[in-house]
């Protein structure tokens, strides 16, 4: 019994040597997927992820490698998504150790920047603006090109629109989701949306009381809305759907809906699946959910299956515009993208939006990576070693462009 | 043939990890093409020092059979305090004792939850990682993460350097090693890890010795969270949530005996850090994916434990607990 245990042993360490030796042949080999050689000059980037597995991460994984590597000879160096500042400051020293001369983070750690900054490696923080606090900490930094993304105005009217799209269309029965707010947890776009929200129920005629505390900040809880002169019926709901975050989530979320009906529900963040879900649990069934999240083919998922009624979000060539203005460091033209005294710059970029499935996949397919909405022939333009005419002005005009301009120009 | 293997293996297998991190060495200069820059040799010790100090600590505790899986979030709590204490005007000498005291004084909590009510360590650790979670959302408190503001950080700043942190592990390392290989500490933590029963009848205190060992360890957490508080100057949530896995990653790697005892050794948390530290910026300067890098350091931990689980069962001793 013993021999044969023991002969099962160096089975398994056999099949675990011959894993690892096969995974460092693997990595030592040469990558036969290389990018096309269309401009002399090559670049290698370092991409450091907010999450791995995000779906909105991923097609902004997919873009980079699937159409700007190729187009551009930039080489991406992905890291793993950092859960806190010290592993993020890890990341960038490990991207230069891999070759990266640039960064592009979806994350802002200000330790991380300055690190980066030490390393004379240039940064963009892109997909989302910097918080205003994160800005100032890092904004002088000579080698940080700056934040880019949707600006707090934005975000503002992302819920603003979504509950005016539903007044619009007859919806009387609303629950409102602001995930995040009303733990310790909130997040500046977090809060912004729903003010948006608010704002709009409010101009439809409703009566919104704020939380005992007063701010929506500090929580516990987001306020209550009456339908006042709205003729609506709305519930809210706050907090975070993770048990180690907030355990009492799913019991709260089961008290409010119970024993009513909703036409729809708008989020503050993503997660219309899980949602969906929940209310099935409690017996509502046919709600249309609106969220912000992005683009992406789960999105188009859920579209389809009628759970989704409104998105509002990024997409995968979002990036695009980040890239250019790191290529254009790269090539000694940073004044390109950075303020004129000299700081980091904050460049709003937009959310696109859709309200119906048919609408959704016409966006979607606009994005499409064999060509994408910020593809070669736009984003050509905004290179100054391409185009010296490149002035800062219309670089940030460029990175502002609506799913309007964009398709105005193809 | 077998006795032959065993025997010659035995006296091998406490070589093994030094091996291994030389082996490891060897790769890594052959990946920098044998032209290392001092750059190289930062980066190495920046990313080694924190987990370096905190596996050193822990070491006391593995080597009494258990393990504290909680020690990355007392990390994460003693630097959110200590951040609040450097912006109140604690200064830098201020916010590394306050550091030290918040480590401290949760590994005491540990201890006494651990000896007087006598809770398996494992498990009470785990009870404090979800409690010591909560408590540092609410210091937090309505933020995502808490900064050192930009205009006071250039104190802290200045200790972010290499020196400091080759002095902190340096000095705690020295201590440690001195307490677990010539005092009765070290004696008895291998005592207890061995057998709680002979060490019991033999007169030893497992309740003090418990202790004693989670104060060693407390100690570990304050500076490594000074460490890392001097290299981010930030902290959320997230912070040390993963690091109690990294810990015994490294200290399995480094060649602790998985039941602790009479073989524990010291090192391990050093050499098992620094070999985790060379694999990850090994297969990072090969250009291997995040992903791929993942299932490949899993494979060599499991490795590394059937390596350091052969024949250890059958040496073990009753491990029936007796107070």
């Keep these: 019994m013993k021999k044969k245990f023991s002969i099962s042993r160096r089975i398994v360490a056999a099949v675990m040597a011959s894993f690892i030796a096969m995974t460092t042949l693997s990595a030592c080999s040469d990558d036969s997927d290389a990018p096309d050689q269309q401009t002399d000059k090559h670049y290698v980037i370092g991409v450091i992820p907010f999450n791995d597995t995000a779906a909105e991460q991923l097609d902004w994984n997919n873009y980079l490698t699937e159409y700007v590597a190729k187009n551009y000879n930039i080489e991406f160096k992905f890291a793993t998504a950092p859960g806190d500042a010290e592993s993020a400051v890890t990341v960038v020293e490990e991207l230069k150790l891999a070759g990266a001369e640039a960064i592009l983070g979806i994350v802002d750690y200000p330790a991380a ?180 999240s992005s683009f992406n083919a789960t999105a188009g998922e859920a579209f389809e299956t009628g759970i989704l009624g409104y998105v509002v979000g990024k997409y995968g060539s979002s ?69 010296p005419s490149v002035t800062r002005t219309s670089f940030i005009e460029f990175a502002g462009f609506s799913f309007d301009d964009l398709k105005a120009l193809h | 043939m077998r006795d032959v293997l065993l025997k010659y293996g035995n006296k091998l297998k406490p070589a093994i990890p030094f091996a291994g991190l030389i082996l490891l060495a060897v790769v890594y200069l052959f990946v920098t093409d044998f032209h290392p820059t001092p750059f190289h040799l930062t980066t190495i010790i920046n990313q080694v020092a924190v987990m370096a100090v905190l596996s050193t600590g822990a070491v006391f505790i593995f080597a009494l059979g258990s393990f504290d899986i909680s020690l990355g979030v007392a990390m994460g709590v003693s630097v959110c305090v200590g951040i609040l204490a450097y912006n109140a005007g604690a200064g830098v000498v201020g916010m590394l004792f306050v550091c030290l005291a918040v480590g401290i004084g949760v590994s005491l909590v540990n201890s006494v939850l651990s000896s007087v009510f006598r809770l398996p360590v494992f498990i009470m650790t785990m009870a404090m990682l979800t409690v010591l979670t909560a408590v540092l959302q609410i210091l ?12 006071i950080q250039a104190p802290i700043k200045a200790f972010d350097n290499l020196w400091v942190r080759l002095l902190f592990v340096g000095v705690y390392f020295a201590i440690c090693l001195v307490l677990f290989n010539y005092t009765k500490i070290g004696r008895r933590n291998k005592l207890v890890g061995g057998s709680p029963i002979v060490a019991a009848q033999t007169g030893v205190s497992i309740a ?78 090969l250009g291997v994916s995040p992903g791929l890098s993942q299932v490949y350091k899993a494979v060599l931990f499991l490795a590394v434990v059937f390596v350091a689980s052969l024949s250890y069962r059958e040496k073990m001793l009753s491990r029936a607990i007796m107070f």
Excluded: C
């Design chain 2, 140 to 151: 937090i408190g309505g933020k995502s993460s808490l900064l050192v503001p930009s205009g």
């Design chain 1, 319 to 387: 990036m695009g515009p980040a890239v250019i203005a790191l290529i254009n460091a790269l090539d000694g033209h940073a004044d390109i993208m950075r303020n004129a005294d000299g700081t980091g710059a904050r460049l709003t970029a937009p959310f696109w939006a859709a309200n119906s499935s048919a609408d959704f996949a016409a966006k979607r397919a606009f994005d499409d990576n064999a060509d994408p909405a910020f593809n070669k022939a736009i984003m050509d333009k905004y290179i100054v070693r391409l185009n």
């Design chain 2, 208 to 285: 003090k010795q418990t202790i004693i060992t989670f104060l060693i360890s407390g100690t570990g957490v304050g500076l490594a969270a000074f460490l890392m508080l001097t290299r981010a100057q930030a902290v959320s949530v997230d912070t040390g949530a993963s690091t109690g896995m990294d810990v015994m990653m490294a200290i399995v790697f480094g060649g602790m005996p998985l039941s602790g005892g009479a073989h524990s050794k010291i090192a391990a948390g050093i050499v098992g850090s620094l070999s985790i530290v060379l694999v990850s910026q090994i297969l990072t300067m």
């Design chain 1, 113 to 292: 920047i300055q690190k980066a900054n030490e390393l004379e490696m240039w940064y963009i923080r892109a997909g989302g603006l910097s918080t205003l606090s994160d800005y100032e900490q890092i904004k002088d930094l000579p080698y940080y090109l700056g934040t880019m993304g949707p600006s707090l105005d934005e975000e503002y009217q992302a819920g603003y629109d979504m509950i005016e799209s539903y007044v619009k269309d007859g919806k009387k029965d609303i629950l409102v989701f602001a995930a995040i707010l009303g733990l310790y947890l909130p997040s500046d776009m977090h809060v912004f949306r729903f003010e948006g929200m608010r704002d709009a129920l409010v101009a439809a005629g409703a009566v919104y009381t704020p939380p005992a505390s007063g701010s929506v900040v500090e929580g516990p809880g987001v306020g209550e809305f009456a339908s006042g002169t709205s003729g609506l019926n709305i519930t809210t709901i706050y907090g975070y759907p993770i048990e180690s975050i907030d355990s009492t989530f799913h019991d709260r979320f089961t008290q409010a809906v119970s024993g009513k009906t909703f036409d729809a529900v708008a989020m503050t963040a993503e997660g219309s699946q899980n949602v969906n879900t929940w209310l099935n649990g409690a017996g509502i069934t046919g709600v249309v959910i609106g969220e912000v």
